[in-house]
């Protein structure tokens, strides 16, 4: 297809357009340390992102359904034996991570400037 005839370009903002992904792996980080009584880190990552995969179809993607998945997570691997302050300090981190402020990937306000006078941009 010839570029003259392209019309509008679609962006899926998160990590397109803003960095996203880091404030997630930050989160995953402190999750596991909170719950390092429990589980060593190595595990702790590799069997949340299985509770995560596990809740995609039912959750889909974003802040809330990570929490929600991070709550999930800590209680089956503490075996239900997880103190309530443990999971009142994940809500708490995902609050922050709600509150965190965007940071737009460097020079993409220069490209969606330079796009717009030749596309619709969605």
Same mark, same amino acid.
């Given at each position: 297809?010839?570029?003259? !005839?392209?019309?509008?370009?679609?962006?899926?903002?998160?990590?397109?357009?803003?960095?996203?992904?880091?404030?997630?792996?930050?989160?995953?980080?402190?999750?596991?340390?909170? +719950? !390092?009584?429990?589980?060593?880190?190595?595990?702790?990552?590799?069997?949340?992102?299985?509770?995560?995969? !596990?809740?995609?179809?039912?959750?889909?993607?974003?802040?809330?359904?990570?929490?929600?998945?991070?709550?999930?997570?800590?209680?089956?691997?503490?075996?239900?034996?997880?103190?309530?302050?443990?999971?009142? !300090?994940?809500?708490?981190?995902?609050?922050?991570?709600?509150?965190?402020?965007?940071?737009?990937?460097?020079?993409?306000?220069?490209? +969606?400037?330079?796009?717009?006078?030749?596309?619709?941009?969605?």
């Amino acid at each position: 297809m010839a570029l003259s !005839k392209i019309k509008a370009i679609a962006f899926d903002a998160d990590d397109t357009l803003w960095e996203n992904e880091t404030l997630f792996r930050e989160t995953e980080q402190q999750f596991c340390v909170l +719950l !390092k009584d429990y589980i060593e880190e190595e595990t702790c990552n590799r069997l949340l992102f299985e509770v995560e995969m !596990k809740n995609l179809p039912l959750y889909g993607y974003g802040i809330k359904p990570f929490t929600l998945s991070l709550i999930e997570a800590a209680i089956q691997f503490s075996q239900g034996k997880l103190p309530v302050s443990i999971i009142e !300090k994940i809500i708490n981190i995902g609050k922050e991570m709600l509150h965190a402020p965007v940071v737009l990937i460097n020079g993409i306000e220069e490209t +969606l400037h330079y796009l717009t006078a030749q596309y619709r941009l969605v």
